[in-house]
């Protein structure tokens, strides 16, 4: 992958970058000066760090300054940036990938979505229901979301993102597409699932939900509606929501 005037290689267990038109010279302390050379390739300097990509080139992606891609090996996430190699999948998610990364019967596709700006990573399985994909959002610095679709190849043009799937070419965030349907299949409804617990030792009472939002749900009206409260101390139900300064 060329990056400004370097290459950078990405070898099964290393990360590489390779210095284009230029070589280094290294001083006796350690430092590093740059030297005109007429090589075309000039040195490979490794990134800190003993990861690389695996067999899954198609988990690269990459938008601006930033790649990803997955190292199945190390069941690790990464992201190359300006800062050197990080790894993203131990942001809250790393049992998840280690669980996921460790079987060998997945195909692992990276794509970046400019459109949403976040990286999918899918992982493609032999069983359906192993099948899925998750986002990743720098502004977040996590792991967002869970997709029940999976991605083969794609690409984002012009802010826009497509994807293939069976030879054909598919616009996501079209205005006229159907919610929820993916490469032509329906998938089941949408959910948003809050994890929230601050000051874990303390036992909670809780009085009052409310939320911020669009129409709740009424004895005629679909909406937002909460069916059950459950903690190991208490159980509840919110019957309905009261509408309140609009």
Known sequence: HARDTDLIAFCEDKVLRILANKDALFNADGNVNLVSTNNVLGQAIPYSGEFGISKDPESFATNGNRIYFADKSRNSVLRLSRDGLTIISSKGMKTYFRDKINSQELKIVGAYDQFADQYIISFDHATAAEAESVSFKEDVDGWVSRLTYVIKPALSINGKFYSFNNGNLYEHYHPSASTNTFHGEAFKSSGVQLI?????SA?????????????????????WSVGSIITDQQEGQIIEFKEKEG
């Open 203 to 223: 036992i909670k009472n809780f009085k009052t939900i409310s939320y911020e939002g669009t129409q709740a749900k009424t004895s005629s009206k679909q909406g």
């Open 196 to 200: 929230f617990n601050q000051e874990a």
